[in-house]
């Protein structure tokens, strides 16, 4: 895998007894409609944790308040030990943010990106970092091109590479693979699970379920707002449930209550 999992010592210095999210009782109305119903969930270091559900289930609304986009009705959202309603920025510092729909500047080349997010974070000796990113995600005469030239899946590669440069301890990414090739979906799944096992946490959203059994320790399942499943990906396996079938059936469950 190129060593590139080696090359980021998940160090930061929080606590293994920290949580590493922690959400209480989180809401997000849009006048009268709740996109996020009154969720609690806490994620430990060491986890790769998916959120799953079908798509306008709350999924990107949950991370744009985990990252500070956009405020929540009520509750409360603490990413590394940081009250995010007090300090987006600092979250936004300390975490490496991979959104769904995001577009580097158009008038910069990719590596011109690279190197102007380094220079944000205060990064020392940065171009070898930038350059083992471009290496690993195949960019080859790409990194040259502006990136308003870039294609979806190119400019997603370029905000994964982005968001792992400063060698962050948690990461949060909203749909990882959606617009990259097998192969290099393959190669991000890799690296996924060597950030977990040398330290790092993941917080991923995704509706779709494959990626989840493959590289998820952890799961929540979203429906309309609510979260209506956490649990251990293995407590699933051990009990030789079908992940597929166990999904569908709740979702199903959730969808015939809320017609009653």
Known sequence: MLGIVSYLPVNVGISGALKMIEVRNLSK?????????DI???IGKGELFGLLGPNGSGKTTIIKMLTGQIKPTSGSIRVLGVDVLEDPVRVRKLAGIVPEQETPPSFLTAEEYLYF?????????????????????????QKNSLCKDLSRGTRQKLMFAQ???????LAIIDEPLINLDPVMQRKVKDFLAGYVKSGGTVFISTHILEIAKQICTSIGIIYKGKLVYTGRLDDLTLQERNFEEF??????????????
């Not at 997010?117 to 005469?141: H, P, Q, S, T």
């Not at 968001?163 to 301890?169: M, R, W």
Request: net charge negative; hydrophobic share 40%; glycine share 6%.
């Open 117 to 141: 997010v380094a220079n944000i974070r205060k990064m020392e000796n940065y171009e070898k970092a930038c350059e083992k990113w471009f290496e690993f995600l195949d960019f080859g005469d």
């Open 247 to 260: 999904f569908l059936e709740l979702v199903g469950q959730q969808r015939n209550s809320a017609l009653v």
């Open 40 to 42: 609690s969930l806490s």
């Open 163 to 169: 968001a792992f440069l400063h060698e962050p301890e």
């Open 29 to 37: 109305s849009y006048g009268s409609t709740k996109a996020v119903n």
